[in-house]
């Protein structure tokens, strides 16, 4: 049986580079090792392997995030503002791509609970729409 289940990042030749790139955003983070095929890492403690390989050409989309939940604006702020860089771009309600392509979730790690009945969910929503990156404050005061 499988001990553990793990993404793979398929990429077109910047695997190492990629990896290096978001172990210098996350904490418990750390290239395990590389080949020139594949490099498995640790982001905050998640396994993580990434392939180079440029046949067929491939294209990360919004079908595939990866979510961060987090604990306060600056945070927010820290991960919005590393990953956006050198090329990623916003997009709305929390989404953001790296420059690799990869798509990003950062969140309020109490999201839920702000939207814990209906009323509530839909004034949060109403605040969040009008967002690119969250703004937590905003969405405690919906």
């Not at 210098?24 to 095929?37: R, T």
């Not at 820290?78 to 420059?99: F, I, P, Q, R, V």
């Not at 702000?114 to 839909?122: D, G, I, N, V």
Request: hydrophobic letters at 40%.
């Amino acid at each position: 049986m499988a001990k553990h289940i793990y993404p793979c990042l398929w990429f077109d030749n910047q695997a190492k580079e990629a990896a290096e790139f978001y172990c210098g955003i996350f904490p418990n983070s750390k290239v395990l090792n590389a080949s020139p095929m594949v490099v498995n890492f640790q982001l905050n403690g998640a396994h993580i392997m990434a392939l180079n390989d440029r046949r067929p050409p491939n294209h990360f989309n919004e079908a595939f995030s990866f979510v961060i939940p987090c604990e306060d604006q600056q945070e927010i702020d820290h991960y919005w503002n590393s990953l956006t860089a050198d090329g990623g771009e916003e997009s709305m309600c929390g989404w953001c791509t790296d420059k690799f392509g990869i798509s990003w979730q950062v969140i309020p790690a109490i999201l839920g609970q702000l939207m814990s009945t209906p009323e509530k969910a839909q004034r949060v929503v109403a605040a969040f729409l009008k967002m690119r990156k969250m703004d937590l404050q905003t969405l405690i005061n919906a």
